[in-house]
C-alpha cells in the first residue's frame, strides 16, 4: 500500500504556515503525470494565496449568499447550502487554493448531447486522476487538503472572478493540518466487490 494513500484525509482544519513554492510545483507536476483520456490532459490549475485568495473566497462566499436567496443554480440541494458555507470557512483558513478547471468544458449548467457527455465524463475522471495526485504528493509532505466541489453553489460567481471560459471543476485547499481526524468510515468489502471465474 502506498503510505500517502492510507495517511491522506479530507482536512478542514489549517494552521496559517505557508506552503513553500516547491511543492506547489511538485503538487502540480503530480497532477501532470495522471493518466487521461486521449491524452487530453484537459485540466488547468490556477494557484490562489495571500490577498487574492482572500478575495476568491469572499467571491465564493457572495455566491453562495445570492444561491440561497434566488436557488437558480441547484434548487433541490439547498439543504446542502450549510456544507457549503462550512467548506468556505475551511477556505478561509487554508494558506493556499489550487482553482482546477477542465479546458475542454463549458458550463455544467447547460444541457449537452450524449457524445458530449461521454467526453466530459472522461475529461472529468482524468481531472479526478490528476486531483487525486496533487493530494496524495502534498500528503507525501505531511500537508492535509481538502478537495472541494461545493464551488458549485457559486459557480457563476466565481468562473466570473475568475474571467475564464473553462469548466470550474472545483478548489484544492492545501495547507499546514491543524487537526488529524480519524479514517472515514469505508462500505466493507463484501459490498463493494464482486468476483467472477
Ligand atoms: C469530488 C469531491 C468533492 C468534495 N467536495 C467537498 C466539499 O466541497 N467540501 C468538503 O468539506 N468536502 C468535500 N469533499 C471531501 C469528502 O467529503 C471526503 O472525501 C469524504 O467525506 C471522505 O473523507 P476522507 O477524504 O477524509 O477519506 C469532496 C470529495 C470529493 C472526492
Known sequence: MIKAIDNRRSIRKYTSEEIPQEIIE???YAATLAPSAKNRQPWKF???KGAAKDELVQVMRQGI????ETHALMPEWAFAIP???NTVRVMDE???LIVVLNTNGKTPFAAIDNEKRIVEICD???IGAAIENMILAATEHDLGTLWIANTCFAYNDIVEYLN???QLI???AVGHSAEAPAKRPRKRMTRIVEYRE
Not at 65 to 68: C, F, I, L
Request: proline fraction near 4%.
Open 124 to 126: 472529468s475522471l482524468s
Open 83 to 85: 456544507d457549503a458555507e
Open 46 to 48: 490556477i494557484v490562489f
Open 26 to 28: 511538485e503538487m502540480i
Open 94 to 96: 487554508a494558506p493556499c
Open 164 to 166: 475564464t471560459e473553462d
Open 170 to 172: 472545483g478548489i484544492v
Open 65 to 68: 449568499e445570492n444561491e440561497k
